[in-house]
C-alpha cells in the first residue's frame, strides 16, 4: 500500500502506462541513427572540400618545353620571386618519365616538357596571371591550374552538406509527429485522471510539465541509443573513406554534434508535449 502511494505520488497521472515507453524510445532511437548518419555524412563532406581546398587547388603546375638547364633555372626564379608563391620546386624527369610509362610505352624519343609544381601561398591568386609572367620570362610556358574541377567538387560536397541538414531537419520534423501523436495517445488514456487533477487546481503548466519531462526522458534515452548503435558504423566508414579527407582515427567523428544528439532529441520531445498538451487542455469544456 505504502508504495503504491509513493507511486501515485510520483506519478499521479500515470504517465509510465499511458505513454508507449519501449514504442517511442525504439522510434526515437531509429531516427537518432539517421540523423547520426546525416551529422557525420555533413561533416565528412565539409572535410573533403577543406582538404580539396587547400590540396588540390593549392596545387598548379608549370611546363617548360625546351628544358633546359637555363630555361628551368629562370621558370623557378620568376616563380620563387612572386609572393603569391609559396614553394615553387621542379619534378624529376624521371618520375615524370614513369607517371608517362602507361600512356608512352616503350617510347624513349618522346620530347616531355619540364614540370614544375608550385604551391599558393593565397588560394585567390590567378594562376592565370601567374602563367602569363613566367611566359613574359620563358617562352612558351604554360601554366595549368586545377581550380576548375575543384570548383566542381566542392560544389558537390556542399550539395551533399545542404541533403544532409535537409535530412536532419526531417528528422526532427518526424520525431516531432511521433511525439505529438504518443501524447494525444496518452492524454486519452488519461483523460480522466487529467481532469480529475486539472479540476482540483492543477495548472496547465503543471499539466503539461509532467508529460513533457517524462517524454524529454524517454526521447533523450532513446536519442543515446541510437547514437551509441550509430558509433560503429560510423567508424567503419571512417576507415574506408577517412584516405580520402586525410583522417582515419575516430577521433575525426563529429563527436561534438553525436553528443547534443540526446539533448536535442529531449529538447523536440519537450516543446512538442507542451505544445501539444496545453492545446488539449485549452480545448477542454
Given at each position: 500500500m505504502a508504495e503504491s502511494r509513493r507511486r501515485l505520488a510520483r506519478d499521479p497521472l500515470g504517465l509510465r502506462k499511458a505513454l508507449a515507453d519501449r514504442l517511442l524510445m525504439g522510434l526515437v532511437a531509429a531516427m537518432a541513427l539517421l540523423a547520426a548518419l546525416a551529422l557525420a555524412g555533413r561533416d565528412g563532406a565539409d572535410r573533403l572540400a577543406q582538404r580539396w581546398r587547400e590540396g588540390a587547388q593549392a596545387a598548379v603546375t608549370v611546363q617548360v618545353p625546351?628544358?633546359?638547364?637555363?630555361?628551368?633555372?629562370?621558370?623557378?626564379?620568376?616563380?620563387?620571386?612572386?609572393?603569391?608563391?609559396?614553394?615553387?620546386?621542379?619534378?624529376?624527369?624521371?618520375?615524370?618519365?614513369?607517371?608517362?610509362?602507361?600512356?608512352?610505352?616503350?617510347?624513349?624519343?618522346?620530347?616531355?616538357?619540364g614540370?614544375?609544381?608550385i604551391h599558393l601561398a593565397d588560394l585567390s591568386a590567378d594562376p592565370v596571371l601567374i602563367g602569363d609572367r613566367v611566359a613574359a620570362e620563358v617562352p612558351g610556358a604554360v601554366t595549368e591550374a586545377h581550380g576548375v574541377w575543384v570548383a566542381h567538387l566542392v560544389a558537390l560536397a556542399g550539395a551533399v552538406q545542404g541533403v544532409a541538414l535537409a535530412v536532419v531537419a526531417l528528422v526532427a520534423g518526424v520525431a516531432a509527429a511521433v511525439v505529438g501523436v504518443a501524447v494525444r495517445a496518452g492524454l486519452s488514456a488519461r483523460r480522466?485522471?487529467?481532469?480529475?487533477?486539472?479540476?482540483?487546481?492543477?495548472?496547465?503548466?503543471?499539466?503539461?510539465?509532467?508529460?513533457?519531462?517524462?517524454?524529454?526522458?524517454?526521447?533523450?534515452?532513446?536519442?543515446?541509443?541510437?547514437?551509441?548503435?550509430?558509433?560503429?558504423?560510423?567508424a567503419g566508414l571512417v576507415r574506408m573513406a577517412g584516405p580520402l579527407a586525410g583522417e582515419t582515427s575516430w577521433t575525426s567523428l563529429p563527436w561534438f554534434d553525436l553528443l547534443m544528439l540526446p539533448f536535442a532529441a529531449a529538447a523536440v520531445g519537450w516543446l512538442t508535449t507542451q505544445g501539444t498538451v496545453r492545446r488539449w487542455l485549452r480545448r477542454l469544456p
Open positions: 625546351q628544358p633546359d638547364a637555363a630555361r628551368m633555372a629562370k621558370a623557378l626564379a620568376v616563380l620563387r620571386d612572386l609572393p603569391e608563391v609559396a614553394a615553387a620546386e621542379a619534378v624529376d624527369p624521371a618520375r615524370m618519365a614513369e607517371l608517362l610509362r602507361p600512356w608512352l610505352g616503350g617510347a624513349h624519343n618522346v620530347p616531355l616538357p614540370v614544375i609544381e480522466d485522471a487529467v481532469l480529475v487533477l486539472h479540476g482540483l487546481g492543477a495548472t496547465d503548466s503543471e499539466v503539461a510539465g509532467r508529460f513533457a519531462a517524462r517524454v524529454a526522458w524517454l526521447a533523450g534515452l532513446g536519442a543515446a541509443v541510437g547514437t551509441v548503435a550509430a558509433v560503429p558504423a560510423l
